[in-house]
Each structure stands twice: as C-alpha cells, then as structure tokens.
C-alpha cells in the first residue's frame, strides 16, 4: 500500500480571523510565469538503465515526500524517440525546478524514472506518463499500474495527439481497468482550481511546431484540446489523460524566449494544479 503522506502546500485562502472573525483576504498564488533557468544535463537514459548516470546520487525512495516520477513503458521504440523518455530528463528538471518555486513542496531534486513494473513504483504518489500513444505494456506492467493505481497512486498523462493515438493509449488502459470509463473533466472540476484559476483548457505545442506556426500535431482529424480522467468506485480522481497537448514540451523549453509565454504559462499552473490536487485528496 503507498504511504499517507502529508505535503504543506502554502498559498493563499480565505480563513476567518481567530480574534476578530474577519475573513482574511486570499493572496494570490505566486506568478506562474516565474520560468527557470536551464536545467542540468545529464546523459540519456536507455530502456535497460533508466536512471542513467546522475549528478546527485539517487535518494532511497521515501526519503522525500514528494519524487516527480517518470513512467517507463514497453514501446516499440525501446525508450528513444517517442516514448516514455521524451523530453526527458531536462522537462522533468525544469518542471521540479518551477513548481519548487510555485509551491512549498519538500521534493526530490532530480528525474526519477520508474518502470511500471518495478515494486518500488508504489513507494511515489504521483507518476507522470508521456506519449502513451506508443505504448505497449507488457502483462507485468499492466499489473504494476493497476497496482499503484489501486493503492492510492495517481497519474498524469501527456503529449499524444489524435485518434491513432487515442486508441493506442485506450486499448492499454482498458487492459489496465477493463470496467472503468474515461470521462471528461469539465472546468467545475476542483483540479482547476487546486492552485491557480484555470478557465480554459489549451492546446499546448510542442516548440518545433509553433516554430512553423501551428500548435496541433493532428492533420488529419479534429485535434482540440481535452482533459479526461478515470475514477475509482470510490469516486478518486486517480487519472488525468492531458490529450491533444504537449505541456512537457512547454516545461523543458519555458526558459527559451522563442517559446510563448501563455503556453509556459498555462503548462505549469496547469501543472502546478495536478500535483496540489493529487497530494490533497
């Protein structure tokens, strides 16, 4: 089972004074457009040695509260290209690095590459999964995920794009959770309110297409940005399916002045929502 973990997360609310029984004014969160510098480097992981070599030695795992975890899956690409390792280890560093200044949030320093069929998956609250529209699990990895899952864990998902896509990342997660829907998430959910006010949901690009002016990766179907999530039978939110976006791509490249600032923007409130949300509930 994973541990209960308690997170402070400090930023402003409306509470009554203990003297006067006023209510306090709500302060607004810090500014999401406070962007990192460039991330340290480190080699590219293979599918074999996911941590790669590292500049800080590797934590035992629960030593921090908090790890941003990323899933490593079975793909036809054996973790180059598209797959699990896209945009990482940089997006992931730039990512810990922004919403450690959003958010107090006692976390982890570094990457931290899981694969889905590891046990230790379980000893992290959250895992983030990246163009699953590649993605084919192996039985003990769908066992692995449906574990974690189901003790508590929470995932989110990004960055693949289109109906070929879609089917390839549901035909897995119905392997995963053959009886649970997928459905919308809609902007009364709580998540876009978690932490900052999110009004619309937006398509985020990838930095070489909005080079060429265009955010969408579709060219062929309609591509309009969605939210979707599944829920256990107690009513959790324990996924959240970013579809027709690319938010990492906004994280590892937010410090370059080409990428716009409303995508960066946007990534990371979004961001720093899902991660207050999931260790909240």
């Known amino acids: 089972m994973l541990a209960v973990i308690v997170v402070s997360v400090s930023f402003g609310a409306c509470e009554p004074n203990a003297e006067s029984g006023e209510e ?22 293979t599918f074999s040695n996911v941590r790669g070599p590292r500049l800080d030695p590797y934590e035992t795992p629960g030593r921090w509260p908090f ?16 797959g699990w390792s896209t945009d990482y280890p940089k997006g992931d560093q730039q990512f810990l690095v922004v919403l450690k200044r959003l958010v107090r949030l006692n976390a982890y320093d570094w990457e931290n590459a899981v694969r889905l069929d590891d046990p230790i998956l379980r000893r992290f609250p959250v ?3 990246v163009e699953p529209g590649y993605m084919n699990m192996t039985d003990s990895e769908v066992e692995g995920l449906r574990g ?40 009364d959910h ?15 690009p990838a930095i070489n297409n909005i080079m060429r002016g265009f955010t ?14 599944i829920y256990d039978e107690k009513g959790r939110l324990m996924v959240i399916i970013n579809f027709n ?19 960066s923007t946007y990534a990371y409130e979004m961001g720093a929502n899902m991660i207050v949300y999931a260790m909240s509930h």
Request: charged share 25%; proline share 8%; aromatic share 18%.
């Open 24 to 45: 306090l004014v709500r302060v607004t969160p810090p500014g999401s457009e406070l962007m990192s510098q460039q991330a340290p480097r480190v080699q590219r992981p």
């Open 67 to 82: 790890y941003w975890t990323r899933a490593v899956y079975s793909s036809g690409y054996r973790g180059y290209g598209r």
């Open 127 to 129: 895992i983030y999964m």
């Open 148 to 187: 974690f899952l189901d003790a508590g864990g929470f995932m989110v998902v990004d960055d693949f794009w289109g109906e070929d896509e879609w089917r390839q990342f549901e035909y897995n997660i119905r392997r995963v959770f053959p009886d649970k829907g997928i459905v919308n998430i809609t902007l």
């Open 190 to 204: 709580p998540i876009y309110s978690a932490y900052y006010d999110i009004e619309e949901v937006m398509q985020v």
């Open 216 to 229: 969408a990766e579709c060219r062929y179907w309609p591509c309009d940005p969605q939210v979707k999530g």
């Open 245 to 263: 976006t690319d938010l990492g791509d906004a994280w590892e490249w937010a410090e370059d002045p080409s990428y716009p600032l409303k995508y």
